[in-house]
Each structure stands twice: as C-alpha cells, then as structure tokens.
C-alpha cells in the first residue's frame, strides 16, 4: 500500500550513460514532481507534472527528460550522465486542483552515482 | 530562491518541547507557510502549513506571528523519533507547484 514508489532505489552507473527512474503513486493525486538532493542536502525542484502536462523546469539541462505516460507515473530519463548528477532524486506528488493547499507526498528517493 | 532562514542546529531534550524558528520577513500577504520534516535521508514528510491563524494537528503546533515575518513549529514532546531535518518553507497561493526547500534545522533529540 505505498503511496509513492520510486525504482531503483540505488543506481550506480558510468559517465555518458543514459539512465532512467521511474515513479508511481496510487494516491489518485494530478500533479507529480521530481526532486534533486544534492550532497549539501539542499533540495531542489526540477519538473512538476499537472495532468500530464509540464508546468515547472526550474533550469534543468536537457539532459533530463521527464516523461509521464499518465497521471500515476512520472519518469525521469537522463542521458550522458555527468559526475554532477550524482545525487538523490525524490519524486512526489499532491493534488493541486480543488483545493487550497498542496501537501506534498514524497517517494523514498533513488540515490544515484555517476562514476 | 529559500525565501526563508532557520537556524542550522538545534538539541532538544526527550519529552520536552522543541521549538523551531523561521524567519520569512519577505512574506507576501497571500503566501503560506509550511513545514516539512527529512528524517535521516528519507523522503520528506509533511507536517502542517499555516495562513496567519496559529494552527495545531496531531503531530505538531504552528504559531505565525501577527505580521507573518517569522513563525515557530512546535513539538509538543519530542521523541528521538522525531531527530530530523526540519524545513520552513513559504509557497505562493497561486503558484502551488514552488516549493524551495532551504537549508533546514537538524534537530537532534536526545535522551
């Protein structure tokens, strides 16, 4: 019964590969987001989804493509990953429509390593 | 783009009362403020949000003072469960999707 799920928890990769993270939350929400926690903690966010339509990308290289196949799911796909990336990467989702605060679920992260 | 500042440490006995300051004296009249806590490299969690009215749920208290430039999070007792990284953070009321998360308070709770 998790609300927010992310796989792989741990990826380990080299330079220039291109690697996915999927995430799926059974929590009905229609707005999902993906999160980047760098190694001084600070979190940022990248891509927010609203019924399957971008409406955030807070300067994130093309590299990073989110892509949503529907409400339920939002995965991040990054090509020619750079030693920079390495970080851990957090999806979340809310329900933004019909109400007046966003309460935000976050999955349990994927830590990547780019060697 | 952290619109707010909060202390980077603070210990707190088990049982007592932690209070965790934020200032956020650039708040916009129509801007909340909310509070996430990050226990040990785990995906953030939520703890409650506030307007301008003082708010209370099961896990903690929110006092916002009366000209919103700062507010404190109240856990009432703390447990060493409750160690964590605690996040003030201020959204736009009609932009949902801007949540900057600073740099935090650790709490450390201890026995």
């Known amino acids: 019964d998790t609300a927010v799920s992310q796989t792989p928890k741990y990826l380990v990769t080299q330079m220039g590969n291109d690697k996915s993270i999927k995430c799926e939350q059974n929590l009905g929400h229609d707005t999902m987001y993906w999160y980047k926690q760098d190694s001084k903690k600070f979190l940022k966010i990248m891509f927010s989804?609203?019924?399957?339509?971008?409406?955030i990308n807070e300067t994130v290289p093309n590299r990073f493509s989110p892509k949503s196949p529907d409400k339920a799911h939002l995965n991040l796909h990054i090509n020619s990953l750079e030693l920079g990336d390495s970080a851990v990467y957090f999806c979340?989702?809310?329900?933004?429509?019909?109400?007046?605060?966003?309460?935000?679920?976050f999955g349990p992260g994927t830590r990547l390593t780019v060697l | 783009d952290a619109k707010t500042t909060q202390p980077p440490s603070m210990d707190c006995a088990e049982g007592r009362a932690a209070n965790l300051p934020c200032n956020h004296s650039?708040?916009?009249?129509?801007?909340?403020v909310y509070w996430y806590r990050q226990i040990h490299s785990q995906g953030p969690q939520y703890i409650i949000h506030g307007l301008k009215n003082n708010e209370t749920n099961e896990m903690a208290s929110l006092i916002i003072t009366e000209d919103r430039k700062s507010s404190t999070l109240i856990l009432p007792h703390a447990t060493l469960r409750d160690t964590a990284v605690y996040y003030c953070i201020v959204r736009p009321l009609y932009n949902f999707n801007k949540f900057y998360f600073g740099s935090g308070t650790k709490l450390n709770v201890k026995p």
């Open positions: 650039t708040i916009s009249g129509n801007e909340y």
């Open positions: 989804y609203n019924n399957k339509e971008l409406i």
């Open positions: 979340a989702s809310s329900q933004v429509s019909g109400g007046s605060y966003n309460e935000q679920f």
